[in-house]
């Protein structure tokens, strides 16, 4: 999996702090932003973020490039609706000569079941390949490809989506897949703006677990872990 952040909105933390002190000022708006320092107020920030006032969160945008996902990740992925998706389309990409695809590493483990799962690719490449050379359309010979097949995708999300995307997808009961994505996602963010994504994450670090006896039962190592996460 290769996932780098490819753009973003500028000073991220500024436009959001100086859209957060808009609202409680009299003064017009090319005043407040004279106003708001270069570097980010972390305090202020945090005091928005504790008082619920997340509307503001959406003035600041992310743009991801992943590489190496399946199709059973980025279909779960796209379930995040408040966000942009560009994909590889199956449909006009013929697969046949670069048809990569994902092994969870449940399969890795098992060698036998690791040469069956293989077995079982190669067959459906070789057949795609068939198909294709047969002239059928390749949206068509698409139908046969499995979840297993690698894809591409640009994602745009606004930070209070991905405060909501991380509480979700970063928790140990989320899919190992889609969970290493948000995880390499989070580590990108917190670089350009520490002070947004200090708590992100899932939320049993910030309060109690809301899967109650379905909990993973590990929210001390889950704390720990996002504590030290970089």
């Not at 779960?76 to 590493?105: D, E, G, M």
């Not at 995880?183 to 910030?206: D, Q, T, Y």
């Not at 809301?210 to 996460?229: A, H, Y």
Request: hydrophobic fraction near 35%.
């Amino acid at each position: 999996m290769k996932v780098s952040l490819i753009n973003y909105t500028p000073c991220p933390e500024k436009i959001i702090e100086t859209s957060a002190r808009l609202c409680y000022s009299s003064d017009n708006i090319s005043n407040v932003c004279e106003k708001t320092k270069e570097k980010s107020d972390k305090k202020f920030l945090k005091n928005i973020l504790d008082r619920g006032h997340h509307s503001v969160l959406e003035h600041a945008v992310f743009t991801f490039g992943v590489e190496g996902i399946s199709r059973a990740c980025s279909h779960q992925l796209v379930r995040h609706r408040i966000a942009s998706y560009s994909q590889q389309s199956q449909r006009y990409v013929k697969l046949f000569n670069n048809f990569t695809f994902i092994t969870p590493p449940s399969i890795k483990g098992n060698k036998e079941i690791q040469n069956l799962y293989q077995n079982i690719i190669k067959n459906i490449q070789e057949t795609y390949k068939k198909l294709v050379e047969a002239g059928i359309e390749v949206e068509d010979a698409r139908y046969i490809l499995p979840n297993a097949t690698e894809t591409k995708i640009i994602i745009s999300m606004n930070s209070r989506e991905l405060l909501h995307f991380f509480t979700l997808r970063c928790c140990l009961r989320a899919q190992w897949e889609i969970r290493e994505l948000a995880m390499e996602m989070l580590k990108l963010v917190k670089k350009v703006a520490p002070n947004i994504f200090a708590s992100a994450g899932p939320a049993c670090i910030r309060d109690t677990c809301p899967e109650k006896k379905g909990s993973c039962g590990k929210e001390k190592e889950v704390k720990e872990m996002f504590r030290n996460l970089s």
